[in-house]
């Protein structure tokens, strides 16, 4: 349901895995420790789950929506996936829960160096305020999400470089000096 690990450099198609040879994979506690958070729930009974309702009470996450990606669902298909995947920041966290399909979400670790993870059917991850990442479908081409905020959405990326807003210097203080 969620795996993450390393990405090779190479320049080929962004929905391919881009594993590093030999494969080097990442553990969900060496996510925690850039502030990415993520939990496997029960996606065909989400309407009723109680860890979720748990989750969005302790945490505040008021807000929710589902967000569909295939081109006949989302307007402007090709240039939200263009946008996705431009390497950003947002001012708040980013909450996905998969209920259908997989996609990878890319994140930036304390050394700039690229983590994929990957989710599927009922993955849960939240990307703090102020990291680095994006996005990307994988070669089965579609995903479906619950979107989650606190209070009012604000979807908002900020392109890199933005190292200059208070939610990127946060995150630097919290999660990358740390030593
Ligand atoms: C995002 O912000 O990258 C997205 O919402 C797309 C992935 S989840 C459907
Ligand atoms: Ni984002």
Redesign the pocket.
């Known amino acids: 349901v969620i795996q993450a690990w390393y990405m090779d450099d190479s320049n080929d198609d962004q929905r391919l895995p881009h594993h590093k040879e030999p494969k080097e994979f990442v553990s969900l506690d060496k996510l925690a420790e850039i502030g990415v958070l993520s939990w496997r729930l029960d996606a065909d009974n989400y309407e009723t789950d109680e860890e979720l309702k748990k989750i969005r009470d302790s945490r505040g996450y008021s807000y929710m929506d589902f967000?569909?990606?295939c081109p006949e669902k989302l307007p402007n298909y090709e240039e939200?996936i263009k946008s996705?995947f431009e390497e950003h920041l947002h001012t708040d966290e980013?909450i996905?829960y998969?209920v259908a399909g997989s996609?990878y979400?890319d994140v930036r670790d304390q050394n700039e160096a690229w983590i994929r993870v990957w989710l599927k059917k009922g993955g849960m991850i939240v990307l703090p305020a102020g990291i680095y990442h994006?996005?990307t479908l994988d070669t089965n081409n579609y995903?479906?999400?619950m979107?989650l905020f606190v209070g009012d959405p604000v979807?908002t990326?900020f392109n890199r470089p933005h190292d200059h807003l208070p939610a990127r210097k946060e995150y630097v203080e919290a999660f990358v000096h740390k030593k």
Do not use: D, H
């Open positions: 967000c569909e990606v939200k996705f980013e996905r998969i996609g979400f994006r996005f995903i479906k999400a979107r979807w990326p």
